[in-house]
Nanobody, 126 residues
Framework: QVQLTESGGGLVQAGGSLRVSCAAS????????VGWFRQPPGKEREFVAAVARSGSGTVYGDSAKGRFTISRDNDKTSVYLRMNSLKPEDTAVYYC???????????????????WGQGTQVTVSS
């Protein structure tokens, strides 16, 4: 069973950049779809970005398009989310999730993922 640990969150000014990481332990992420989700204070968890099991397909939520980039490392133990042009409304706890059975069309659906990390806080000041 793979365990996921997020890191890299923090406080950043509006317009700045941040990269959050999702590291796997107990196995690799080979064969897993990996998604990033976020939960703003008092709101539902929402989809940010995901990379398909094959590693070649990516999907972005509307809030992330054009500003965020999801990527995997070559040894398939980590997935990253690079966030540029950050806005105060990007403030949230960011979670990564992994699933072996997530198909391309279901990448934004958080219910399709089996494993979740504990989250990392990202705070964007205005």
């Amino acid at each position: 069973q793979v365990q996921l640990t997020e890191s890299g969150g923090g406080l950043v000014q509006a317009g700045g950049s941040l990269r959050v990481s999702c590291a796997a332990s107990g196995g690799t992420l080979n064969g897993y779809a990996v998604g990033w989700f976020r939960q703003p204070p008092g709101k539902e968890r929402e989809f940010v970005a995901a990379v398909a099991r094959s590693g070649s397909g990516t999907v972005y939520g509307d809030s992330a398009k054009g500003r965020f980039t999801i990527s995997r490392d070559n040894d398939k133990t980590s997935v990253y989310l690079r966030m540029n042009s950050l806005k105060p409304e990007d403030t949230a706890v960011y979670y990564c999730a992994a699933g072996r059975r997530v198909i391309q069309s279901s990448l934004p659906n958080r219910l399709q993922y089996d494993y979740w990390g504990q989250g990392t806080q990202v705070t964007v000041s205005s």
